[in-house]
């Protein structure tokens, strides 16, 4: 855990389509573009979102975003992000409808950046009500967590109650390291033996040798910065999303 304040990157994935359970929502937001709202540290990877993550025993909020736009995050990032700008009126959140993270599982949206530009919702164990926004975009070339829960999915999609074609997207090759290859994440994932999602001890050391070979280490092979190096393209892409209006900055 960090220690000062965590900068993250809000990624806005517009939703396209909502799973028929949470289809109500569409009546409930006075016609507003619906965001989920993903919290990362790496938005240098985005280029490799294969689907995007709730956590099923959470429950999301719709909050009012400016420029008739809402947000699907916890209610906790709801309240830091209206200390922060971001929410239709300053310091105050406006919420416009409540929902159950399973819910939310199948529906259909964007990913900023995505060589997959469309993923889908689906279901994880471990993500924390009490980080971020509660959303997880999923990323599993490099994130250790996103692949061995995408690799869960995979094999029981009847028992996780999905839908095969929500897990249907490959992991991207999106940046390449000396140690690990062009894949970080399953490279980690197969040398540290880690079976599930449920390997929550090795999973937590596979993250922190990816994240420190990427960053230190790590080369673009895709997008707009391919040939940089991960420290300087992090910014960049970070920037660019922003710019955009796809992203925005967001600290807690
Ligand atoms: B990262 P830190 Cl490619 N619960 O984004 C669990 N995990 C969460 C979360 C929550 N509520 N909110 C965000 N996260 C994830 C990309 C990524 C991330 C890659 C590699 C490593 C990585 C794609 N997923 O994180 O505890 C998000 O996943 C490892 C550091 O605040 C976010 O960045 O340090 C990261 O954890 C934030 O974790």
């Not at 090795?202 to 790590?218: D, M, P, R, S, T």
């Amino acid at each position: 855990e960090a220690l000062g304040p965590q900068e993250y990157t809000c990624v806005k994935m517009e939703v396209v389509q909502f799973s028929d359970a949470a289809k109500d929502l569409i009546d409930k937001v006075g016609g507003r573009k619906i965001f989920l709202v993903a919290a990362t540290l790496r938005p240098e990877t985005m280029y490799g979102q294969t689907n995007c993550f709730v956590g099923t025993a959470i429950k999301y909020g719709v909050f009012a975003g400016k420029d008739n736009e809402a947000y699907v995050c916890t209610y906790r990032a709801a309240r830091n992000m209206a200390f922060q700008g971001i929410s239709e009126t300053a310091g105050k959140v406006t919420q416009l409808a409540e929902i159950e993270g399973t819910k939310l599982i199948g529906s259909k949206i964007k990913a900023p950046f995505g060589i997959h530009p469309e993923v889908y919702v689906l279901p994880m164990d471990n993500v924390l009500a009490t980080k971020g926004t509660g959303v997880v975009t999923s990323v599993p070339s490099d994130s250790p967590d996103d692949f061995a829960t995408l690799t869960d999915l995979r094999k029981k999609p009847e028992f996780y109650k999905i839908d095969p074609a929500w897990v249907a997207i490959d992991p991207i090759p999106v940046l390449s390291t000396p140690t690990y290859g062009d894949m970080s994440a399953p490279a980690l994932v197969k040398q540290l033996k880690i079976q599930s999602q449920k390997d929550t001890k090795q999973l937590a050391e596979a993250k922190e040798l990816a994240y420190k070979e990427g960053f230190y280490a790590g080369t673009m092979l895709v997008g707009e910065y391919k040939g940089l190096p991960v420290q300087e393209a992090k910014t960049k892409v970070r920037a660019s999303m922003t710019e955009k209006g796809l992203a925005f900055a967001y600290a807690e």
